[in-house]
């Protein structure tokens, strides 16, 4: 090993892989290292409540001795209702999914006489009660192309 290598040891850290940790275990598993945690926020994700749901920056990065990791907690995905997207603009609907913690999945068009990018059917139907981070599939209209 070279002086260079071990110069670089004592400076350098690949950030480990926090996802899915509380913050306790996030903090005891950098404990060995020189790095810091530090606590962002919380956002909407598919990882048990309270678990680091966001990392930055992601596992395996060089990073140096001291440097923050910055986590984010996954927040509680209490059930939401949204308006019926029938009959929306793609556009818009998909930006309400999006503002409300939801996914698009699948987007099908067919040839319909609706406006182009009308939304004609989704899955889930809009209406029932749909759990943060749910994935919605779209049916939207092609126009008479």
Do not use: C
């Amino acid at each position: 090993m070279s002086f260079k290598d071990i110069i670089l040891m004592n400076f350098y850290y690949k950030a480990p892989n926090l996802l899915g940790l509380n913050i306790d275990e996030a903090k005891k598993t950098i404990s060995h290292s020189a790095l810091n945690i530090r606590e962002m926020g919380e956002v909407y994700s598919d990882l048990p409540y309270g678990t680091v749901a966001l990392q930055e920056p992601a596992e395996g990065t060089i990073v140096k001795r001291t440097r923050n990791i910055k986590v984010w907690v996954s927040k509680e995905s209490p059930s939401v209702f949204l308006d019926d997207l029938v009959g929306m603009n793609y556009i818009e609907a998909s930006s309400l999914l999006n503002k409300n913690g939801m996914k698009v999945g699948e987007v099908k068009r067919i040839k319909s006489d609706l406006p182009i990018n009308q939304v004609i059917a989704t899955s889930p139907k809009s209406g029932e009660p749909i759990s943060r981070g749910q994935e919605f599939d779209f049916l939207i209209s092609n126009g008479l192309e």
